[in-house]
């Protein structure tokens, strides 16, 4: 199964140029060497109601398995991103999110700092991972093995049984 894939970097600075984004091209270089596709990017500021329409109109055009947002998911008064998901999603798979924090604590514990979530809108999977790139990255490698059996439980597949 190709997933599709789209990647949405929530960040003040890197939405106006003040700083490169790092991590959305280490996530996508992840997608593209497991095979999949990536669909969209963009970079948008930490502004709640941009993060939480973008979300939106992407699940909406219906063309997309998982959107990866990355950043906004710490302790600062910016960090809005996982409360921006919470409006988008309608069920949520901590399993995905614990999965992550659990894995990450083992390397850095400011890992337990992390909010991010995870969860299904429509037929979407999004799930945030934390802004910095080797987070990011190591957030990713610890759930990418299951995203394809999620993806076909999502959409229905009879073929998902076989994974079991």
């Given at each position: 199964m190709v997933m599709r894939f789209g990647v949405l970097t929530t960040s003040d600075r890197s939405s106006r140029g003040e700083r490169m984004d790092e991590t959305s091209p280490a996530i996508i270089k992840e997608i593209e060497e497991a095979g999949w596709q990536i669909i969209r990017s963009a970079i948008?500021?930490?502004?709640?109601?941009?993060?939480?329409e973008?979300?939106?109109?992407?699940?909406?055009?219906?063309?997309?398995?998982?959107?990866?947002t990355?950043?906004?998911?710490?302790?600062?008064?910016?960090?809005?991103t996982?409360?921006?998901?919470?409006?988008?999603v309608q069920r949520l798979v901590p399993g995905l999110s614990e999965a992550m924090r659990s894995q990450s604590m083992l390397?850095?514990?400011?890992?337990?700092?992390?909010?991010?979530?995870?969860?299904?809108?429509?037929?979407?999977?999004?799930?945030?991972?934390?802004?910095s790139p080797r987070a990011a990255v190591?957030?990713?490698?610890?759930?990418?093995?299951?995203?394809?059996h999620a993806v076909e439980l999502l959409?229905?597949?009879p073929d998902s049984e076989k994974h079991h």
């Open positions: 948008v500021p930490d502004d709640f109601f941009i993060i939480k973008t979300l939106k109109t992407w699940v909406l055009i219906g063309d997309m398995d998982v959107i990866l990355t950043g906004g998911t710490g302790c600062s008064p910016r960090d809005i996982p409360e921006a998901t919470l409006e988008v390397i850095n514990k400011h890992a337990m700092l992390s909010r991010g979530i995870a969860g299904i809108s429509e037929t979407v999977f999004i799930i945030n991972l934390p802004g190591e957030n990713f490698t610890v759930i990418k093995s299951v995203l394809g959409h229905n597949d």
